[in-house]
């Protein structure tokens, strides 16, 4: 059985990856920007979004000290570089033959896993926000 907190992180993640394909969609149809700098875009569009709720809705984790929130925007961020690179890769392998959204896609369910267990970590549930 799925905890609360998975299935959160799902919607969340899910909620994320919309607003990522729909920009992705306007700045590769709409602009007519190329497929790697569509992605590179929509992919930190989807970054600022995921991490603002995966940190509050997900994990619930309201932490606000500057210290301690800079350091899970490094940690966060040294994830996401690392799910950017494996993006862009394989945008440029396969983006003659795939639809950059499909490819966006699957690189997304290859690392929800793993991501998953990073958060869990970096954003340990607090409830300080009750207390300030």
């Known amino acids: 059985?799925?905890?609360?907190?998975?299935?959160?992180?799902?919607?969340?993640?899910?909620?994320?990856?919309?607003?990522e394909m729909i920009s992705?969609?306007?700045?590769?149809?709409?602009?007519?920007?190329s497929p790697i700098k569509s992605v590179a875009i929509s992919f930190w569009?989807?970054?600022v979004t995921a991490f603002i709720l995966q940190k509050?809705?997900?994990?619930?984790?309201?932490e606000k000290r500057v210290h301690i929130v800079v350091s899970q925007v490094v940690v966060y961020?040294?994830?996401?570089?690392?799910?950017?690179?494996?993006?862009?890769?394989?945008?440029?392998?396969?983006?003659?033959?795939t639809s950059v959204f499909i490819i966006?896609?699957?690189?997304?369910i290859i690392t929800v896993p793993i991501n998953y267990i990073v958060y869990k970590l970096l954003f340990k549930e607090s409830k300080l926000a009750d207390q300030e």
């Open 24 to 33: 992705l969609y306007l700045l590769h149809h709409g602009l007519g920007l």
């Open 1 to 19: 059985m799925l905890s609360p907190r998975f299935i959160r992180y799902l919607i969340v993640g899910g909620s994320a990856y919309l607003i």
């Open 104 to 108: 966006r896609t699957c690189v997304i």
């Open 56 to 62: 509050l809705i997900t994990f619930q984790n309201y």
């Open 77 to 97: 961020s040294l994830l996401v570089a690392f799910n950017y690179v494996i993006t862009l890769l394989a945008v440029k392998i396969f983006a003659g033959s």
């Open 45 to 47: 569009i989807g970054f």
